[in-house]
């Protein structure tokens, strides 16, 4: 059947109304919304309709293709190294993409993370990465190349041309309360991952209080339904649920996750954050064919060698001073006992209003602004320890937020069980 065939207001009455619809109706809803041709009121309809009664597999695959069709596919085929990449749904202190690309790369991957900033109470890659002087998230085709082919490692910004459908539809979901669909979801992240040009990939699906997904079951559906596009489009795909009800490591916000990443490049760093990186970084080598231990490469502290070239090919200096706020603060514990949560949605919204997050879009971050986690679930504390320490160049803030802080952990009078951070594979 001809695009000419559909309607915007037959495709939302259809996807209303429960019925399924044939996939060039799909794909014909996406590339006139973004062509300009379906209104934005048209398309929020349709997006709440979606939100309320899903799409059918073949749907999505529709869908998806569509999205990653309004921009251009990146051609890789130059690059002489396995491709392979990593996408996290985002959760708060995640400085994974920071050690796990150059480790990758150092066991003979090539990994060209497209990443993004901080919206929300999540942090951004690139936001991190720009806590770096003279660090620039632009590379052109040929630099990237050229970086993939040397180094193996590469974070840059998406250009304007990567799934321009997604950009559309994201800010319009953003603004019409639809962001929390699984298809909807799903769609936007495969189509620019896919469009990036990896010919694998694994997701890192984050599940609890700091996660999009604070329900097992919802996160294992997102996971399963981005493997399937994946799968389908030709893409090796697996996916990693790991937990977010704590911040990852102790770190969170731009210059002290970029300080504890190059502890974890050095050999050293959290368990929690090795822990993580090791088992998506084990996924990733599988998926690329390369028989190597990570878990023995990233201990030896080499990988700081390559994390060093990669972000001198953009300009960068790790050895360089990053800004720092002026001001520190001290959250105290209320009482003594052990830690047995620490409430990652909070902490990750608290550091936002210290400066180290936007609320919109246009907003600037303060790359020294953030908080550090002194004590994580299962340390002992006696009452008036420092639980967490603030750091911004807002007095009045760091204050405002003390007491929210301090709601945030829990202590108890007996250790509590700590679950290992990976919760299961999906494939
Ligand atoms: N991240 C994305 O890229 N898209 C979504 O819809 C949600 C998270």
Redesign the pocket.
């Known amino acids: 059947m001809s695009s000419a065939s559909w309607d915007a207001l037959s495709v939302i009455l259809a996807k209303r109304d429960g019925r399924e619809l044939p996939p060039e109706a799909m794909r014909w809803f996406v590339e006139a919304y973004t062509n300009g041709q379906v209104a934005d009121e048209q398309a929020a309809a349709m997006c709440m309709a979606v939100f309320f009664n899903g799409m059918s597999a073949a749907e999505l695959s529709a869908w998806t293709e569509a999205m990653i069709d309004s921009g251009t596919r990146t051609d890789l085929s130059a690059v002489n190294r396995p491709l392979v990449d990593k ?1 996290s ?2 959760g708060v202190g995640d400085k994974i993409s920071l050690i796990l690309c150059p480790l990758v790369a150092a066991c003979g991957a090539a990994m060209p993370q497209v990443a ?1 900033r901080a919206l929300g109470h999540t942090g951004g890659t690139i936001d991190k990465m720009e806590a770096i002087p003279g660090w620039d998230p632009h590379l052109g085709p040929e630099a990237l190349l050229a970086a993939l082919n040397e180094v193996g490692a590469v974070i840059t910004a998406a250009s304007a041309d990567l799934a321009p459908a ?1 950009a559309k539809l ?1 800010a319009l ?1 953003d603004v019409t309360g639809t ?1 929390a ?1 699984i298809p ?6 495969m189509s ?1 991952k896919i469009a990036s040009g990896t010919a694998s990939l694994v997701l890192d699906v984050k599940v609890g209080r700091g996660a ?1 997904m604070t329900d097992l079951d919802q996160a294992r559906r997102l996971a399963e339904t981005m493997v399937d596009i994946g799968t389908r489009a030709g893409v090796k795909t697996t996916a990693l649920l790991t937990r977010m009800d704590q911040p990852l490591g102790r770190a969170v916000g731009n210059s002290l996750e970029v300080d504890e990443s190059i502890d974890v490049l050095h050999g050293g760093g959290p368990t929690d954050v090795v822990a993580v990186t090791v088992a998506l970084a084990t996924e990733m080598l599988e998926l690329a064919g390369i028989d190597a231990d990570p878990g023995a490469v990233l201990a030896s502290g080499v990988v700081h060698e390559v994390f060093a070239a990669m972000v001198a090919r953009q300009g960068g200096d790790v050895t360089a001073p990053r800004a720092r706020a002026p001001y520190r603060h001290a959250v105290a514990a209320p009482s003594s006992g052990f830690v047995t949560a620490v409430n990652a949605l909070t902490v990750g919204q608290a550091s936002g209003r210290l400066g180290a997050g936007r609320a919109r879009k246009e907003d600037d971050v303060d790359l020294g602004a953030g908080i550090e986690v002194l004590a994580p679930v299962g340390t002992e504390v006696e009452a008036g320890q420092p639980l967490f320490l603030l750091h911004s160049a807002n007095e009045q803030r760091m204050a405002e937020v003390n007491d929210v802080l301090t709601a945030a952990v829990e202590i108890g009078p007996e250790p509590p069980d700590v679950p290992d951070v990976v919760i299961e594979r999906i494939a």
Do not use: E, P
């Open positions: 996408h749904t985002g993004g997604d994201y979901r962001v669909s909807l979801i799903a769609s936007s992240i620019k999009f």
